[in-house]
């Protein structure tokens, strides 16, 4: 277990295991409608104790994990177990792994949790913005051994600022059949025209990032949370050095992609181009209802 207490605040960014589990134990709180005092008494434990513990200024013991995770209805020995291993010193204390079971479900509390999301997309559409349809091609494609990519969905996060940046070899890429990748580009279009999701688009031309990445600006912590989804998301934070490299890449990836008139003319290009290609035994596409998540209560 890595201690927090010597590190220098606020330059010293905490353990990004501490980060982590401070952030999931303040997920499974609200959504059972708790307040820190209400999961404070069924643990005996003093409110102050769950306020450091969620805001990473305290490192959690094995022990401890386990009673919070079990008071908040996680028993999966598996997922207990799991989160466990993240509390193991590691010569790498801002780079984390979650091969747990529950990873994806983990990773959409702690987009969530953020106050700003900027994700920079260059070989798949982020799985917060996929149709059921378009989700179910990936998958079967997955299966197949035609595409090597994340086929999951998950809800999408309702934050002050989302920011995605595609690249333009997504959006042209068939999925399944014609009608479900129109259907997936009209969704799109949905989307940004509600203001959800700011959408821009990399020509084919640009420079883009070599993988996936996710950046959140999380409430209550001074450095953002990194995100790389490598089948496994992998989460980095800090140092400070680290973080601004990271910073920039995203920040170069903003500046080599086309400007919100433009991305809408592709989106509208790609839409228009599928609609035209033949289904067979298939009407007009469908724009699906957006699977979001309810409002936030902190």
């Known amino acids: 277990?890595?201690?927090?207490?010597?590190?220098?605040?606020?330059?010293?960014?905490?353990?990004?295991?501490?980060?982590?589990?401070?952030?999931?134990?303040?997920?499974?709180?609200?959504?059972?409608?708790?307040?820190?005092?209400?999961?404070?008494?069924?643990?005996?434990?003093?409110?102050?104790?769950?306020?450091?513990?969620?805001?990473?200024?305290?490192?959690?013991?094995?022990?401890?994990?386990?009673?919070?995770?079990?008071?908040?209805?996680?028993?999966?020995?598996?997922?207990?177990?799991?989160?466990?291993a993240w509390l193991m010193p590691s010569p790498e204390p801002h780079t984390l792994t979650d091969r747990a079971p529950g990873a994806e479900e983990r990773l959409h509390h702690f987009e969530y949790s953020a106050s700003a999301i900027r994700l920079c997309a260059p070989f798949q559409l982020p799985a917060f913005l996929r149709t059921p349809a378009y989700a179910q091609a990936l998958e079967n494609a997955a299966c197949t051994g035609e595409e090597q990519v994340s086929s999951g969905r998950r809800l999408l996060p309702v934050c002050?600022?989302?920011?995605?940046?595609?690249?333009?070899?997504?959006?042209?890429?068939?999925?399944?059949?014609?009608?479900?990748?129109?259907?997936?580009?009209?969704?799109?279009?949905?989307?940004?025209?509600?203001?959800?999701?700011?959408?821009?688009?990399?020509?084919?031309?640009?420079?883009?990032?070599?993988?996936?990445?996710?950046?959140?600006?999380?409430?209550?912590?001074d450095h953002p949370l990194y995100v790389v989804e490598q089948g496994h998301p992998v989460y980095l934070n800090g140092p400070p050095a680290s973080g601004r490299s990271r910073h920039r890449l995203i920040t170069n990836a903003l500046e080599a992609a086309a400007g919100s008139d433009h991305s809408q003319h592709l989106l509208a290009k790609y839409l228009k181009r599928f609609r035209r290609q033949p289904t067979a035994g298939q009407g007009a596409a469908r724009v699906p209802a957006p699977l979001s998540a309810a409002p936030r209560n902190r």
Request: net charge negative; with cysteine; glycine share 6%.
């Open 1 to 84: 277990m890595s201690p927090t207490s010597s590190l220098p605040a606020p330059t010293g960014a905490p353990p990004v295991a501490d980060v982590l589990i401070g952030l999931y134990v303040q997920a499974l709180r609200t959504g059972r409608g708790w307040t820190q005092r209400d999961l404070a008494l069924l643990l005996g434990r003093p409110p102050h104790w769950i306020a450091d513990l969620e805001r990473a200024r305290r490192s959690a013991t094995a022990e401890d994990l386990s009673t919070v995770l079990l008071r908040c209805g996680i028993a999966d020995y598996n997922i207990v177990r799991g989160l466990q």
């Open 160 to 221: 002050a600022s989302l920011l995605v940046v595609l690249d333009e070899t997504v959006l042209g890429r068939l999925a399944g059949s014609p009608a479900v990748k129109a259907e997936q580009i009209a969704y799109l279009q949905q989307v940004v025209d509600r203001d959800e999701v700011r959408l821009l688009v990399t020509p084919k031309n640009a420079m883009g990032l070599p993988e996936q990445l996710c950046e959140l600006t999380l409430y209550d912590f």
